[in-house]
């Protein structure tokens, strides 16, 4: 495969290559990264011997300059507003009382008041807590507390360390996705310049947790994905002439060996469940996913029946690297639950076994205790269907249909910001929307991938709609229970990749006229711009600035979202 611009997509965008390239097997199971062409490095004064040195800084130059923007837009100011807000009431104090003691902690209603008065003079709880999501995110949480004491910056310093992170993550995973650092570092770009993940980032819930995870399991994947093709590559016979060539028996009998990243996979996708339970159906659509791509591996190896090899060769080795794995981090989460006492005194429903007595038996009584717990929590969350103002319905979120607000006052004038001048109150909102311009593109852009996915057998589209999917789809079978639009962050990172690819198709095939090159450079620079225009302009509702009324209003671009 010739690749020869930064932007370029592999082929079919590309002029078919020569048979020279098409016919080694390495290059098209382990692509080659594209390169700046020539042209740009004359046109920057360096020199071509520094070229290839430029090109490996840029790698993680540019991931970990774009990691810093999005880490200052992230901290700017994160004690701010300095209150409990929306569900920071739940989170912020389960992490508090986990942290401290291992479990949650039953908080008095009124309570939250105290906490940002007097922190220090807020004693815990004595009573257990119920709740109905797994420990992880609360932990996660709890460490920045931990370090930096119970108040708004120590609640929400991890998940905008978390936040930042991602984007840093999302810029490498593009970069691999799309054999592109130029594509790479726009998707992560794009992630940094949303409104609603950096609402998450800057807010202690646990849905930014469960997204980062989520992602760094997708990241994980594809590096196995490389290494085991890369790996299959080694074992093909090369020819007289210098090509690699399949072969069916070494494309149906090879043992793809030991593969950590699989296993990474599976911890960090133990996490996520742990975090919230909808990481478990991402564990059903990525295992799925990491065995598809095995069979279209020994299909190109040579493989006369890739599925059946990779039934006999990898699926075992596949559930056995993420399943048991995934839920062993799953049990391990509760640890600070299971070591509590069971005399009632410890965590919620811990003494639940030793209440029903029933004499020795082999499931461990803490077992039996956070099976019954489970269940308890499963009946909760399948039944919730009391309404809420800031509710949505699934089918809506990509339109932006209802942002949630998490935090809303109405400055008066003269005070806390607002100017004296104004003849009436001002506005002070904190609003998980996504930026509008860049979601609305990538409705656009799903359907681009879809395309190239259903169409043109693009793995790419079909990976990054694999991650849409699994963070997306299982809401649609909640119709009647109480969901929220905020739990989009989990999916976001894939909206931006499919944007990134679309632009990517937008610049130009390699071998297209300077004409068509400038056109789709010119049209592609102004969608980012205006993105990023889009994502200013919204920067004091996704802040909490205080802002006249009328400003405010301005921003209100729909009904729906006040």
Same mark, same amino acid.
């Given at each position: 495969?010739?690749?020869?611009?930064?932007?370029?997509?592999?082929?079919?965008?590309?002029?078919?290559?020569? @048979?020279?390239?098409?016919?080694?097997?390495?290059?098209?199971?382990?692509?080659?990264? @594209?390169?700046?062409?020539?042209?740009?490095?004359?046109?920057?004064?360096?020199?071509?011997?520094?070229?290839?040195?430029?090109?490996?800084?840029?790698?993680?130059?540019?991931?970990?300059?774009?990691?810093?923007?999005?880490?200052?837009?992230?901290?700017?100011? %994160?004690?701010?507003?300095?209150?409990?807000?929306?569900?920071?009431? +739940? +989170?912020?104090?389960?992490?508090?009382?986990?942290?401290?003691?291992?479990?949650?902690?039953?908080?008095?209603?009124?309570?939250?008041?105290?906490?940002?008065?007097?922190?220090?003079?807020?004693? %815990?709880?004595?009573?257990?807590?119920?709740?109905?999501?797994?420990?992880?995110?609360?932990?996660?949480?709890?460490?920045?507390?931990?370090?930096?004491?119970?108040?708004?910056?120590?609640?929400?310093?991890?998940?905008?360390?978390?936040?930042?992170?991602?984007?840093?993550?999302?810029?490498?995973?593009?970069?691999?996705?799309?054999?592109?650092?130029?594509?790479?570092?726009?998707?992560?770009?794009? *992630?940094?310049?949303?409104?609603?993940?950096?609402?998450?980032?800057?807010? /202690?819930?646990?849905?930014?947790? *469960?997204?980062?995870?989520?992602?760094?399991?997708?990241?994980?994947?594809?590096?196995?994905?490389?290494?085991?093709?890369?790996?299959?590559?080694?074992?093909?016979?090369?020819?007289?002439?210098?090509?690699?060539?399949?072969?069916?028996?070494?494309?149906?009998?090879?043992?793809?060996?030991?593969?950590?990243?699989?296993?990474?996979?599976?911890?960090?996708?133990?996490?996520?469940?742990?975090?919230?339970?909808?990481?478990?159906?991402?564990?059903?659509?990525?295992?799925? *996913?990491?065995? %598809?791509?095995?069979?279209?591996?020994?299909?190109?190896?040579?493989?006369?029946?890739?599925?059946?090899?990779?039934?006999?060769?990898?699926?075992?080795? /596949?559930?056995?690297?993420?399943?048991?794995?995934?839920?062993?981090?799953?049990?391990?989460?509760?640890?600070?639950?299971?070591?509590?006492?069971?005399?009632?005194?410890?965590?919620?429903?811990?003494?639940? @076994? @030793?209440?029903?007595?029933?004499?020795?038996?082999?499931?461990?009584?803490?077992?039996?205790?956070?099976?019954?717990?489970?269940?308890?929590?499963?009946?909760?969350?399948?039944?919730?269907?009391?309404?809420?103002?800031?509710?949505?319905?699934?089918?809506?979120?990509?339109?932006?249909?209802?942002?949630?607000?998490? $935090?809303?006052?109405?400055?008066?004038?003269?005070?806390?910001?607002?100017?004296?001048?104004?003849?009436?109150?001002?506005?002070?909102?904190?609003? /998980?929307?996504?930026?509008?311009?860049?979601?609305?593109?990538?409705?656009?852009?799903?359907?681009?991938?879809?395309?190239?996915?259903? *169409?043109?057998?693009?793995?790419? /589209?079909?990976?990054?709609?694999?991650?849409?999917?699994?963070?997306?789809?299982?809401?649609?079978?909640?119709?009647?229970?109480?969901?929220?639009?905020?739990?989009?962050?989990? $999916?976001?990172?894939?909206?931006?990749?499919?944007?990134?690819?679309?632009?990517?198709?937008?610049?130009?095939?390699?071998?297209?006229?300077?004409?068509?090159?400038?056109?789709?450079?010119?049209?592609?620079?102004?969608?980012?711009?205006?993105?990023?225009?889009?994502?200013?302009?919204?920067?004091?509702?996704?802040?909490?600035?205080?802002?006249?009324?009328?400003?405010?209003?301005?921003?209100?671009?729909?009904?729906?979202?006040?």
């Amino acid at each position: 495969m010739t690749v020869t611009s930064t932007v370029t997509l592999p082929p079919p965008h590309a002029p078919r290559p020569t @048979a020279d390239v098409r016919d080694d097997v390495t290059a098209r199971l382990v692509p080659p990264y @594209a390169k700046p062409s020539a042209n740009l490095w004359t046109a920057l004064g360096v020199p071509a011997a520094a070229a290839a040195t430029v090109n490996r800084i840029l790698a993680w130059a540019g991931p970990l300059l774009v990691a810093l923007v999005a880490g200052i837009l992230r901290f700017w100011h %994160l004690g701010s507003p300095k209150a409990v807000i929306f569900d920071e009431t +739940y +989170y912020a104090k389960d992490a508090w009382a986990t942290i401290q003691r291992g479990y949650e902690a039953s908080w008095p209603k009124d309570i939250d008041g105290s906490i940002i008065a007097n922190p220090n003079g807020v004693g %815990l709880p004595v009573d257990p807590g119920y709740v109905v999501h797994p420990p992880v995110g609360k932990w996660v949480i709890g460490l920045g507390e931990w370090m930096f004491g119970f108040t708004p910056f120590g609640w929400r310093f991890m998940t905008a360390v978390l936040g930042t992170l991602s984007v840093l993550m999302l810029c490498r995973i593009g970069r691999r996705l799309f054999r592109s650092t130029f594509l790479g570092c726009l998707a992560g770009a794009l *992630l940094a310049v949303d409104g609603l993940h950096l609402v998450m980032s800057r807010t /202690a819930l646990l849905d930014l947790v *469960l997204m980062f995870f989520v992602l760094a399991a997708f990241g994980a994947l594809l590096i196995d994905r490389d290494r085991a093709r890369a790996r299959l590559a080694a074992a093909l016979p090369v020819g007289d002439e210098g090509r690699t060539r399949p072969d069916v028996t070494v494309a149906e009998t090879l043992r793809l060996g030991w593969r950590p990243y699989r296993i990474l996979a599976g911890v960090c996708l133990g996490l996520a469940f742990g975090t919230k339970w909808n990481g478990l159906v991402v564990l059903a659509f990525f295992g799925i *996913l990491t065995v %598809l791509w095995d069979a279209g591996a020994r299909r190109t190896a040579g493989a006369g029946a890739p599925y059946a090899a990779m039934l006999r060769r990898d699926a075992v080795p /596949a559930f056995v690297s993420t399943v048991p794995v995934a839920i062993a981090v799953y049990v391990a989460s509760w640890t600070g639950w299971i070591l509590s006492p069971d005399d009632g005194k410890g965590g919620y429903f811990r003494d639940w @076994a @030793a209440k029903q007595g029933g004499g020795p038996s082999v499931v461990p009584e803490w077992l039996r205790s956070l099976w019954h717990y489970e269940t308890e929590v499963y009946t909760f969350h399948v039944g919730l269907t009391s309404g809420h103002t800031y509710e949505s319905n699934p089918w809506s979120w990509l339109v932006l249909g209802r942002p949630v607000s998490y $935090f809303y006052e109405s400055p008066a004038p003269g005070t806390d910001g607002c100017p004296a001048t104004e003849a009436g109150k001002c506005a002070r909102e904190v609003l /998980a929307l996504g930026t509008p311009l860049l979601w609305w593109t990538a409705c656009f852009a799903v359907l681009y991938a879809l395309y190239r996915w259903a *169409l043109r057998r693009d793995w790419r /589209a079909g990976a990054l709609l694999c991650g849409l999917a699994a963070g997306y789809l299982p809401w649609f079978n909640y119709q009647e229970r109480t969901i929220f639009y905020f739990y989009a962050v989990v $999916f976001v990172p894939y909206l931006c990749l499919a944007v990134a690819m679309m632009i990517g198709a937008m610049l130009g095939p390699a071998g297209s006229s300077e004409r068509r090159r400038a056109i789709g450079a010119i049209g592609t620079g102004v969608l980012v711009l205006l993105i990023v225009w889009n994502f200013i302009y919204f920067w004091p509702v996704y802040t909490g600035q205080t802002l006249p009324m009328d400003s405010w209003r301005n921003r209100m671009w729909l009904d729906t979202w006040i």
